[in-house]
């Protein structure tokens, strides 16, 4: 049994290790949400270039990094969910992205997605009509992006911060209390 099978025990010292190696091969928190911050401009200002009149705005400004789900669980590791970026304009419509440029935005969201090592994708949109599209790309290193019809939504996955990239052991402190 691993440390996904229950996810309330804490990763073991061994696996911690091997996680650890994992987060000092990724880059670093700070360079993967400017990465992440450029590929979302990228590709608003893509489908702004395909829709006169289409503007942007970002939304839940103040999020915080976060700790990393298990295996990263006892390391210094942190996972960001970046702010949204959402469009009011364009479509009169429907207030997003339009269907006739959909293929077009989407496909150049798959391309900067896979810049970043997201390069799965969801078979199956969910529940997407007309007027309302979604497409999520995610990879290994935990980084994924989230087109939708009216915005775009990504995460860092787990990364050390720079700080803890320089430092010898990045496992996080125990908040036991000696016995």
Partial sequence: ??????????????????????LRSRPTLEDTQARLTQAVKDLAAYASSLVPG???????????????????????????????????GGDPTHGGIPDAVWPQVREKARQLAADLGATEHDPFPFDEKPGDRNARYYGGNGTVLWLSTRGISSETGCRFRAADMTSTSSVAPTTEQPK
Avoid at 13 to 20: D, G, L, M, S
Avoid at 56 to 71: F, H, K, L, S, V
Avoid at 74 to 85: A, E, L
Wanted: hydrophobic residues 25%; glycine residues 6%; proline residues 9%.
């Fill in 54 to 88: 289409m503007t942007w705005e970002w939304t839940n400004n103040d999020r915080q990094p976060g700790a990393c789900a298990a295996p990263y669980d006892q390391t210094n590791g942190r996972d960001f969910s970046m702010p949204n970026y959402i469009t009011n």
């Fill in 1 to 22: 049994m691993n440390s996904l099978d229950n996810p309330y025990k804490k990763t073991g010292p061994a696996e911690t290790a091997q996680a650890e190696q994992v």
